[in-house]
């Protein structure tokens, strides 16, 4: 059977979006154009691919096998074709990451600016979330992850500071009301400003000191979603509300300002930094790749300087 691969992309680009409009809005082609393609597929292969209604579009059982096998496939034919790259003066086309939203807050702004001022026909899209995905089945080409959640079958390249800090930080009348705690598990008499990730699941605040590790589950008054919740948890605690516990970079303004306090500072765990990561069994698109060169030029996580735009 032979089948349009036009409308075979049009088919993933709408099953991903979940959405004719945002399907149009990310591929750049019509909503009718995009309607037509899928019925045309549906049409020639006898069976519906999607379930339509006014307010969703949703894959069927079919639709569902199909895309999980035509959405790596298809990943790899842009990145073959994307070979082509490497006879032109530089590089050019689109770079899609999938990253959690501390990245994009804390690692990414630095890298960016520099990054595309160096490769202009480079255009990058990022996508923040927290849940852990397949880049591939994403329509990503590399995401950016912390290494306990990293594949085995995944190429990683450091990204960003290398050693990172969880900080614990409450406002001067919060401590002024409440005190200060000198013991993590003091935090259960306190109230904690939690996250969730978008799995449901809680952990526990890790402390460490001269080789004494300690967890804990304290309560408090408010829970947010980790990523997209994070500055809701820190308003919060500006407020007086309670302790936030969150990466040191992304307090340290407040911290230096003295709007929040640090709490239990000797007892800061430190981890290791994020990774960009991309699948090992393709072809690495020329975006891609002179990303990667790009990052490798950056000593311990500093700001690249701008290179000379090179084909990889």
């Known amino acids: 059977m032979k089948v349009d691969l036009g409308d075979l992309n049009a088919f993933v680009v709408v099953a991903r979006a979940r959405s004719f409009r945002d399907g149009a809005r990310l591929s750049g082609r019509g909503a009718s154009s995009l309607s037509d393609a899928v019925r045309r597929l549906e049409e020639q292969l006898g069976v519906r691919l999607l379930n339509r209604t006014t307010r969703s579009v949703v894959p069927t059982e079919a639709g ?6 035509l959405g790596p496939a298809l990943s790899e034919m842009e990145a073959a074709l994307d070979v082509v790259n490497g006879f032109r003066g530089k590089p050019a086309g689109t770079l899609r990451l999938n990253v959690p939203v501390s990245a ?3 690692v990414l702004p630095a890298i960016l600016p520099p990054f595309l001022a160096a490769y202009p026909d480079i255009r990058v899209e990022v996508i923040s979330e927290d849940s852990f995905v397949d880049v591939l089945e994403a329509g ?3 995401g950016i992850r912390y290494d306990e959640r990293l594949e085995q079958d995944m ?5 960003g500071p290398r050693v990172q800090r969880f900080a614990t930080a ?3 009348a919060y401590l002024a009301r409440h005190g200060r705690p000198e013991h993590p598990r003091e935090l259960l008499q306190h109230a904690c400003l939690r996250g969730r990730f978008s799995s449901g699941a809680m952990t526990p605040w890790e402390f460490e000191r001269d080789g004494e590790r300690v967890r804990v589950d304290p309560t408090g008054p408010l829970i947010v979603g980790l990523g997209g919740g994070a500055d809701l948890a820190v308003d919060v605690a500006l407020a007086g509300t309670g302790i936030v516990s969150l990466f040191e970079d992304w307090l340290r303004p407040y911290l230096e300002s003295g709007a929040l306090e ?4 000797p007892w800061w765990q430190s981890f290791s930094g994020p990774f960009l990561y991309y ?5 690495v698109p020329a975006p891609l790749r002179a990303f990667i060169d790009f990052i490798k030029q950056a000593p311990d996580g500093a700001t690249p300087e701008s290179p000379s735009p090179k084909a990889p």
């Open 140 to 142: 990503c080409d590399a």
């Open 104 to 106: 994009s807050r804390l």
């Open 262 to 265: 640090p709490v239990l500072e």
């Open 279 to 283: 699948p090992g069994r393709r072809l």
């Open 170 to 172: 409450a406002s001067p």
């Open 64 to 69: 569902e096998g199909l895309l999980a096998r």
């Open 155 to 159: 190429v990683a390249v450091p990204i």
